[in-house]
């Protein structure tokens, strides 16, 4: 199967620090891009989907300057948490839609971020 | 939106037991994943459905569409500590957003 990778998979950081994580196609190209919000014993939240070149759509309830999403690659999106608070400690999880005419998504491992 | 109920949430068995988990909807989708996910992973794709009434098998994992493809099942045979973990089935009506079910956890006691 198609790999995503994601990195860092765990980080710990201060209130009102920002925090970014990376998500990559490694042995494709996906002109989009999802993320998600995993919440303790629950299922995926879509956040945001990240498409290449152009502006991330967001989810209602998720705020686009808190969560910031660029897709500047076929092979890379990145996920920035800005002035991070303790709320939004959770795990982060990116996926990666395989071909045109699919809706196929392969996952990264999760970034569990921990905000201080 | 379009929701994707699994049942049952949670499901503790004993080793070598068979089990199945149900997901439903009230939509019509073109093809249905379903995923495992393991503490402190991402979800790993187990299988795509895409025809109404489809069976896949994967080892001792056999998946099902319903004929009208509102609904899945994923039936696992001879039960193992190896299977634990949280199950997900996903959908699309089409090339849209993938809409995720609530989740199954599944505990297998050795």
């Known amino acids: 199967g198609a790999v995503v990778s994601q990195h860092p998979s765990r980080v710990i950081c201060k209130s009102g620090t920002s925090v970014k994580i990376e998500c990559r196609s490694l042995?494709?190209?996906?002109?989009?891009m999802f993320w998600y919000r995993q919440f303790p014993k629950k299922s995926l939240m879509l956040m945001a989907t990240s498409n290449e070149g152009s502006k991330a759509t967001y989810e209602q309830g998720v705020e686009k300057d808190k969560f910031l999403i660029n897709h500047a690659s076929l092979t890379l999106s990145t996920l920035t948490v800005t002035s991070a608070h303790p709320e939004d400690s959770s795990f982060y999880i990116c996926?990666?839609?395989?071909?045109?005419?699919?809706?196929?998504?392969?996952f990264g491992a999760g970034t569990r971020l921990s905000v201080l | 939106t379009q929701l994707l109920e699994q049942s049952p949430q949670f499901l503790s068995i004993q080793e070598g037991e068979n089990l199945t988990v149900y997901c439903n909807s009230s939509s019509v989708f073109s093809s249905l994943q379903w995923y495992r996910q393991e503490p402190g992973e991402g979800p790993v794709l187990l299988v795509t459905v895409v025809t109404g009434g489809e069976v896949k098998k994967l080892k001792r994992l056999t998946f099902q569409f319903g004929d009208a493809r509102k609904d899945s099942s994923l039936h696992i045979t001879a039960a193992q500590p190896g299977d634990t973990g949280l199950y997900l089935c996903a959908g699309a009506p089409g090339y849209q957003k993938v809409t995720f079910g609530t989740g199954t956890k599944l505990q297998v006691i050795p």
């Open positions: 042995d494709f190209q996906a002109t989009t």
């Open positions: 996926s990666a839609r395989v071909g045109q005419g699919k809706n196929i998504q392969y």
